[in-house]
Every structure is written in C-alpha cells, then in structure tokens.
C-alpha cells in the first residue's frame, strides 16, 4: 500500500522515534525504567513508579491475546478496502505490563482465544514505516 492511499504514523514525533526504528529493522523495543525495571507503554518522560528514567529495550516478538474486536465501519475512506479487520490488545510477553494494541492478520475472528500465543510481523508500507502487527503463532 502506498503512502499517498493510507494514513500513516508520525514517525517523526521524538518520543516514539526508537519504537519506529526498531520496527524498521523487524525488532519491538518498549521503554524500561534504568531504576526499577518496569516497562511502560505508552511512553512517557519519568517512571510513574520511581521517577527514573527510561531507556528502550528490545524485547522477543512474541505476546498473549488479551481482548480484540472486529472493525466493521470504515471511519476513514483510507480503510473502506481493509474492513472488516481486527483489532487486538496484546500482551507482551518480555514486558510485564505492557499491552500494544495492534491488527491481527492472517486469521478469521473466530480462530481467536483470549490467552492464545500471537507472534509479530512487520509490513514494510514504504522505506520509512514499518507496522507491527501480530499472527496466531504457529
């Protein structure tokens, strides 16, 4: 899909520039308090445990179906050819606390199961954007 025809993420925006490169070279990095060890997502500046600060750390590509839910409604025009989809909170398994919310492909909605192993994969949309999303693991 090209960039002219999607609407594409700020990668750009500095707080999340980590979490965009890593995704470029197929790997997930989440922020881990320096202090206390705890991973936060969605970024923020200081722990809201310690008041450390984080540093990003690559975790495995791997997670836990926590909740989903199937998108009927194209609310942009940009996504009226990819309805119905769906849409997952997803735990990451080498880092406690964190839930990503992204799409889950290559399975119909009724192959899923709260707690079912789910695996990244990465969709190149263009040489700058690289999506994570996650399959049932095989």
Not at 2 to 18: A, G, R, S, T, Y
Not at 52 to 61: D, L, R
Request: charged share 30%; hydrophobic share 40%.
């Amino acid at each position: 899909m090209d960039k002219e025809n999607f609407l594409l993420p700020d990668i750009e925006w500095p707080v999340l520039i980590p979490f965009w490169e890593a995704c470029r070279n197929e790997e997930l990095k989440f922020p881990r308090c320096q202090k206390c060890g705890s991973w936060q997502w969605y970024p923020t500046i200081i722990c809201p445990d310690c008041q450390g600060e984080f540093e990003w750390a690559k975790v495995a590509p791997k997670g836990r179906l926590y909740s989903w839910t199937v998108v009927h409604k194209a609310f942009f025009p940009e996504f009226k050819e990819k309805i119905p989809f769906i849409v997952a909170c997803i735990e990451i398994d080498d880092a406690p606390g964190v839930r990503f919310i992204a799409n889950v492909v290559d399975c119909k909605p009724e192959d899923l199961r709260i707690g079912m192993e789910m695996d990244v994969v990465f969709e190149h949309i263009d040489d700058k954007v690289t999506k994570p999303q996650f399959r049932i693991s095989i």
